[in-house]
């Protein structure tokens, strides 16, 4: 079984730099949620972001272990514009 933890650690390591938030709302170990942040998606489609971060824990995907990564992908700067609209 794989922790959010886990997870977390798989998409720093393929992203740099990048802030991570996982949590594994079911408490099941299966299905998870993600915020990720990253000077990388600078550019990139939604569709192009998400990409990369399953491209971080493809394997477990495969392997039936991640059933589900509900993802929230934003570059630095989009980031940054939705904190100051919060505000």
């Known amino acids: 079984m794989i922790s959010h933890h886990n997870i977390a650690e798989l998409i720093r390591a393929a992203l740099p730099d990048a802030k991570v938030q996982v949590e594994d709302p079911n408490h099941d170990g299966q299905h998870f ?12 489609s939604m569709i192009k972001q998400h ?8 394997d477990h995907l495969d392997s ?15 980031w ?6 919060v505000s």
């Open 33 to 44: 949620a993600a915020i990720v942040v990253a000077d990388q998606f600078e550019g990139l």
């Open 64 to 78: 039936g272990a991640v059933h589900a990564l509900q993802l929230k992908t934003y570059s630095t700067s989009q």
């Open 51 to 58: 990409k990369l971060v399953y491209g971080a824990i493809q």
């Open 80 to 85: 940054q514009s939705m904190q100051v609209q």
